[in-house]
């Protein structure tokens, strides 16, 4: 089973005080107290579209399991027979996202919306949030597009200190808005690239030769 989580969903932003002015280096090193999380760097659609197939098919195997919380004890059965394959396929698949949020993630950074925070949550004590959440920072013109589709697929947004946290009842739903946020990539490359993108990849290059 796919576990539902009681989430009052609300649409509560303000595009007038997002957070603005972020630069590369923000980006790579982190913006927000959110410290375990990694920069995505730039992923591109095809990644993007990899990670949610990917993702699609854990969701259906988890939906069918008896288990609770079939995505959690679909990696912990790939853990303990392949620990090897388990690291890659959460190192070069999902980059160490959660299962169920991981292709929004990837989506969104597709988009060159900026992400800091990401979970999947569950009916265990391994996860931080009590249900499925994203924190991205869009610029108010991919804002303007990327909260059209989360009203469309059932999914919330609050917004903290400029920053937005979508959230979602299932990761099903955080899987669809993923598949949504891909299906609109012509109108999100339409937009003009954010400042933090510029130099991003070449300094992501250098932090990891520190």
């Known amino acids: 089973m796919i576990p539902e989580f009681d989430v009052d969903i609300r649409r509560d932003y303000d595009l007038q005080t997002l957070l603005t002015g972020l630069s590369a280096e923000d980006v790579a090193r982190g913006f927000t107290e959110h410290h ?10 095809e ?4 990670c949610l197939t990917e993702e699609a098919a854990f969701l259906e195997r988890a939906g069918k399991s008896d288990a609770p919380d079939g995505v959690e004890a ?4 790939l853990r303990d027979a392949d620990d090897i394959g388990y690291a890659e396929l959460m190192s070069y698949t999902f980059r160490w996202n959660d ?4 292709g929004l993630s990837l989506a969104l950074g597709a988009a060159r919306i900026a ?5 999947s949550s569950g009916l265990d004590k391994r996860h931080h949030a009590y249900h499925p959440m994203v924190g991205a920072v869009p610029d108010p013109e991919r804002a303007g597009l990327l909260v059209r589709l989360i009203e469309a697929h059932n999914c919330g947004v609050s917004q903290k200190y400029g920053r937005w946290y979508i ?17 609109a990539r012509d109108a999100f490359d339409a937009l003009p690239q954010p400042a933090w993108t510029e130099g991003l990849a070449e300094l992501l290059d250098e932090l990891a030769d520190e």
């Open 74 to 77: 679909l990696l912990d059965g």
């Open 115 to 119: 992400t800091f925070y990401s979970c």
């Open 47 to 50: 990644e993007a579209a990899e």
């Open 99 to 102: 299962v169920g949020v991981a």
């Open 36 to 45: 375990e999380y990694e920069c995505l760097g730039l992923p591109s659609w």
């Open 167 to 183: 959230n979602g009842r299932s990761i099903k739903d955080m899987h669809a808005l993923g598949r949504a946020v891909l299906l």
